[in-house]
């Protein structure tokens, strides 16, 4: 970006990869439309949660589960509540249904997260290519571009502080 050539004199970025620049941003226009266009072609319902099985033993000393170890399975909906996970049985008419609304909600959420994947490069280029659009005011003693705005990104604290 900018690099200090003397105490007052500045060296400015190249102007060459402007137009680099401006087709990446449009690139990444195009990715963006396309999951806008998965987020709002969603019309629901969704449904946050896991769809797994179960085995486990019923509990009767004659069955086949408890005298040959042939264990009962059993489909349930498991989601985090609270911070804590929770686990609801699925009856088996439900089953096609939940992972239905399970899957869509895990294809809306990773939509969404590309969106602000994407979002995000794409200012950090638009903050490139100002930086390439800048001009040096007076000639002979520009002044240095602006730096980076609002407060300081905290630094990552250790599970032992």
Same mark, same amino acid.
């Given at each position: 970006?900018?690099?200090?050539?003397?105490?007052?004199?500045?060296?400015?970025?190249?102007?060459?990869?402007?137009?680099?620049?401006?087709?990446?941003?449009?690139?990444?226009?195009?990715?963006?439309?396309?999951?806008?266009?998965?987020?709002?072609?969603?019309?629901?319902?969704?449904?946050?949660?896991?769809?797994?099985? !179960?085995?486990?033993?019923?509990?009767?000393? %004659?069955? @086949?589960? =408890?005298?040959?170890?042939?264990?009962? $399975?059993? /489909?349930?909906?498991?989601?985090?509540?609270?911070?804590?996970?929770?686990?609801?049985?699925?009856?088996?008419?439900?089953?096609?249904?939940?992972?239905?609304?399970?899957?869509?909600?895990?294809?809306?959420?990773?939509?969404?997260?590309?969106?602000?994947?994407?979002?995000?490069?794409?200012? !950090?280029?638009?903050?490139?290519?100002?930086? %390439?659009? @800048?001009? =040096?005011?007076?000639?002979?003693?520009? $002044?240095? /571009?602006?730096?980076?705005?609002?407060?300081?990104?905290?630094?990552?604290?250790?599970?032992?502080?």
């Amino acid at each position: 970006m900018l690099t200090v050539t003397s105490k007052t004199c500045y060296s400015w970025p190249v102007a060459d990869d402007r137009s680099r620049l401006r087709q990446q941003i449009g690139a990444l226009e195009a990715q963006r439309d396309q999951q806008l266009e998965r987020v709002l072609a969603e019309r629901g319902p969704l449904l946050r949660g896991s769809v797994a099985e !179960r085995a486990r033993v019923c509990g009767h000393p %004659t069955c @086949l589960c =408890a005298t040959q170890g042939e264990l009962h $399975v059993s /489909p349930y909906l498991s989601m985090a509540v609270g911070g804590a996970t929770r686990q609801t049985h699925l009856p088996a008419g439900d089953v096609q249904q939940v992972q239905e609304k399970t899957n869509r909600y895990r294809r809306f959420r990773q939509a969404r997260a590309r969106l602000v994947q994407l979002a995000a490069e794409q200012i !950090r280029l638009i903050d490139r290519l100002a930086t %390439t659009l @800048l001009g =040096a005011y007076p000639a002979d003693s520009p $002044v240095e /571009p602006a730096g980076r705005r609002g407060p300081r990104p905290k630094k990552a604290r250790h599970a032992t502080d």
